[in-house]
């Protein structure tokens, strides 16, 4: 069955310090990772990553895969309370022309 | 604009009826998607569909319908044999074969009650 696991599932922070968010996978037909912010509603798309060891970086945001190991880690920096949101990892699997599948989400809070 | 628009953006439904949620896209996207979330979790999978008049079974389809009639919708019906409905219910749509992301609507929150 496939599979992909967050962790921490919460995370609690004060604003300034650094994260990192897990995602671990266990899938056929792996094609892409891809991860999401989602702050109230639609989740908005962060990066897609597809070779293992290059670095995709995006303001204070950056993520990276590991294609041996089956897992990607997404670091935020200097954190800020507009940081707060649930972050969801997700794989494209090739499956007959793709399929989708998220982890339970990482649900950040930066405190002032 | 492109986008993918769902409606209702709010739902409330007495127990026992069953409820269709509309998903449309105007990417010209051929794989569509329905997702379900409950408070402070991921998403999970219902059912999804890489093409026209054809669908598959994701991860909690019981007591879902769907069709795919045309490619730019992909309605979702909640039926009364679903025993916990209420939830919030997201459509996203991606193209097919190629390796971009998806792309989400503003979702539907069904309130059963």
């Known amino acids: 069955e496939d599979k992909v696991v967050q962790s921490p599932l919460s995370l609690v922070v004060h604003e300034g310090d650094t994260v990192t968010l897990n995602c671990s996978y266990e899938?056929?037909?792996?094609?892409?990772l891809l991860w999401y912010k989602q702050e109230k509603k639609a989740p908005t798309f962060l990066f897609m990553l597809?070779?293992?060891?290059i670095e995709k970086k995006s303001g204070r945001l950056s993520s990276i895969l590991d294609k041996k190991e089956l897992f990607s880690i997404l670091n935020i920096t200097a954190t800020q309370t507009g940081d707060s949101a649930i972050y969801l990892c997700?794989?494209?699997?090739?499956?007959?022309?793709?399929?989708?599948?998220f982890g339970q989400g990482t649900e950040l809070s930066v405190k002032p | 604009d492109g986008g993918i628009t769902q409606s209702p953006k709010y739902l409330f439904r007495k127990e026992g009826q069953n409820v269709t949620l509309s998903c449309e896209q105007n990417?010209?996207?051929?794989?569509m998607y329905w997702y379900r979330q409950d408070p402070g979790q991921g998403l999970r999978l219902i059912y999804y569909?890489?093409?026209?008049?054809?669908?598959q079974k994701g991860d909690i389809a019981e007591g879902y319908s769907v069709s795919r009639e045309k490619k730019e919708s992909f309605p979702l019906t909640v039926t009364s044999a679903q025993k916990n409905p209420t939830a919030f219910y997201l459509c996203?749509?991606?193209?097919?074969?190629?390796?971009?992301?998806?792309?989400f609507g503003q979702g539907t929150r069904l309130t059963v009650v």
């Open positions: 990417l010209n996207h051929d794989a």
């Open positions: 899938v056929t037909n792996f094609r892409s």
């Open positions: 996203a749509s991606s193209r097919t074969n190629m390796n971009t992301e998806a792309f």
């Open positions: 569909s890489q093409i026209v008049n054809d669908f």
């Open positions: 597809t070779s293992s060891g």
């Open positions: 997700a794989v494209l699997i090739y499956n007959q022309g793709g399929k989708l599948i």
